[in-house]
């Protein structure tokens, strides 16, 4: 566990950088993006008392996805080591604070971030621990994501000429399928889904030619 916590802490350093070389001194708001998806993902969950609302079990993931991306950024911030920082994530996500119920435990989640705008890995294991979210399905999502971001950089998205519908799909969407087919315990996973989907993006874009 504290290996892939180690391979996911690089990855985020990887994607940092391709947002901007120098990222580390740029004082980015990383509690604010943690807060601001706490919100979105307390709205998945549902909380409107006037109107039925099931929750969106894939998307309360995904959003927890995009909160660990932002938490793995300030552990990098705040730990030179990478073993020390997967050292402390590991224990602290296997040691999570006792469960409640899931909204107000986003609330204390937020309301943490923002008092001390650091992540606090114990109050997100509870989150994962309440929809029974495992760390092995954390991780794989993780990387998922994290090579859909490179990949789009990587083909455009800044200049806008990315295509994210991919035939009729959304890149998410074949993302999942992707993921399905491949071993997710290889040391290339990365590599391989990297791969197939550029494969996959080149086959489209020769059809819409």
Request: glycine share 4%.
């Amino acid at each position: 566990m504290e290996q892939q916590i180690i391979a996911m802490l690089q990855l985020q350093d990887e994607m940092n950088k391709k947002v901007h070389p120098d990222w580390r001194k740029q004082n980015f708001a990383w509690y604010r993006a943690i807060w601001i998806e706490s919100a979105e993902l307390i709205d998945h969950y549902g909380w409107k008392w006037w109107k039925k609302q099931t929750p969106d079990m894939h998307q309360i993931t995904l959003e927890l996805v995009d909160i660990w991306h932002f938490g793995l950024s300030l552990s990098l911030i705040e730990r030179e080591s990478l073993d020390e920082s997967a050292s402390i994530l590991h224990h602290d996500l296997c040691d999570p604070l006792p469960s409640r119920e899931f909204c107000l435990d986003i609330e204390d989640f937020a309301a943490n971030t923002l008092k001390t705008k650091r992540f606090d890995a114990r109050r997100f294991g509870r989150l994962m621990s309440d929809i029974e979210m495992t760390f092995e399905s954390l991780y794989i999502s993780y990387v998922g994501k994290n090579v859909l971001n490179f990949f789009r950089q990587d083909h455009g998205y800044q200049d806008g000429t990315y295509k994210k519908i991919w035939g009729d799909k959304e890149d998410n969407e074949v993302l999942v399928e992707i993921i399905e087919r491949l071993d997710s315990t290889s040391a290339s996973f990365r590599n391989d889904l990297y791969r197939q989907m550029q494969d996959e993006y080149s086959l489209l874009s020769n059809c819409n030619r």
